[in-house]
């Protein structure tokens, strides 16, 4: 079996003494995993980093059976933050987070979507709003919607964030996003309460439910804002 699609590089780890196998996130085949011969050589190793957009070229024996990827650079994305240690922190947390939760081998066009369109914006100077709003939209296309559109009329004047209850659970939301509108004054406090919220989604909705670790990586980018 063979085919090809454009990917973003997911994850990778070092298999045998100069190959790799890594997890790729296709337009038309959703999450993939393969082995790269010569993964760790210099060439291939330089854009074999996470979050870079590639073209990749799939054999294999069957559908049930690990594959092994021939991958080209279409778009260098990580090599363009290496001096931001919070933006590269980001994308090596939002990479986890999608290694995590997509299902293998089943394609999701529109995540792809939202996931492309993030990272044509990461040099954008609200980026860090935009990283939290991909979260929520993320949540919503892993099926399920925090809604918080319904709590707009119990708002406040003089409320910065709003403690309510979203399926049986208690969290302490920013009032910017219930409101959907970006606020002219962007802190620390507010950023660290905000992705306090979608990690507490993602652990109450997708991660305890099924046995799963949260990745180390995406704590560490929240720790950013502390």
């Not at 054999?59 to 240690?85: C, H, Q, T």
Request: glycine content about 4%; some cysteine.
């Amino acid at each position: 079996m063979k085919w090809e699609d454009e990917c973003f590089l997911l994850s990778k780890r070092k298999f045998r003494e100069n190959a790799s196998i890594i997890n790729v996130f296709t337009l038309n085949k959703g999450r993939v995993s393969g082995i790269v011969y010569g993964g760790n050589s210099r060439k291939v190793r330089n854009y074999l980093q996470i979050s870079n957009k590639l073209f990749a070229i799939n054999s294999s024996k069957s559908e049930n059976k690990i594959g092994y990827f021939k991958v080209e650079l279409m778009k260098a994305i990580s090599p363009n933050y290496f001096s931001d240690k919070e933006r590269t922190s980001a994308l090596i947390s939002l990479c986890s987070i999608l290694n995590s939760l997509l299902p293998e081998s089943q394609p999701n066009k529109k995540i792809y979507q939202l996931l492309d369109n993030f990272l044509s914006k990461l040099s954008h100077e609200n980026w860090i709003i935009l990283f939290i709003l991909f979260e929520i939209n993320l949540i919503k296309e892993l099926g399920f919607d925090t809604n918080l559109n319904a709590f707009k009329l119990d708002i406040s004047e003089n409320e910065i964030t709003k403690l309510i209850d979203i399926d049986g659970y208690k969290y302490e939301v920013p009032i910017f996003l219930i409101n959907q509108v970006i606020p002219q004054e962007i802190n620390k406090k507010l950023i660290k309460k905000s992705l306090n919220f979608t990690r507490s989604v993602f652990l109450n909705k997708f991660f305890i439910p099924n046995n799963l670790v949260f990745p180390k990586s995406r704590t560490i980018f929240e720790n950013y804002f502390s």
